[in-house]
């Protein structure tokens, strides 16, 4: 079975926040993790510190490489410091 993971804390979003699938837009100190299973990368966020994750807008999306899903966590936290972060579709890379 494939599977990798990737987590970055310590993310401060810009203007705009993360939107996220069960909380609306997120601000501040977030944790960005994403998940791959061999397909699909699954990209949560959560405030710092807290237990509770949330589900960025857009996710999960295809990815069919680890090299990929590595390189669209690093897009995603980019993103959430820039502002109004979701996870790209398509051409993401």
Do not use: I, K, N
């Not at 203007?15 to 501040?28: F, I, K, L, N, P």
């Not at 949560?44 to 237990?51: I, L």
């Amino acid at each position: 079975m494939v599977w990798a993971s990737w987590t970055t804390t310590g993310v401060f979003t810009g203007q705009g926040g993360a939107r996220t699938e069960e909380a609306g837009t997120v601000s501040g100190d977030l944790t960005v993790h994403t998940t791959w299973d061999g397909q699909l990368a699954d990209v949560a966020v959560q405030y710092s510190g807290t237990s509770q994750w949330f589900t960025l807008s857009g996710s999960p999306v295809p990815c069919h490489t680890e090299r990929d899903s590595r390189q669209l966590h690093q897009v995603v936290v980019e993103a959430v410091r820039a502002g109004g972060a979701t996870v790209p579709q398509g051409s993401h890379l």
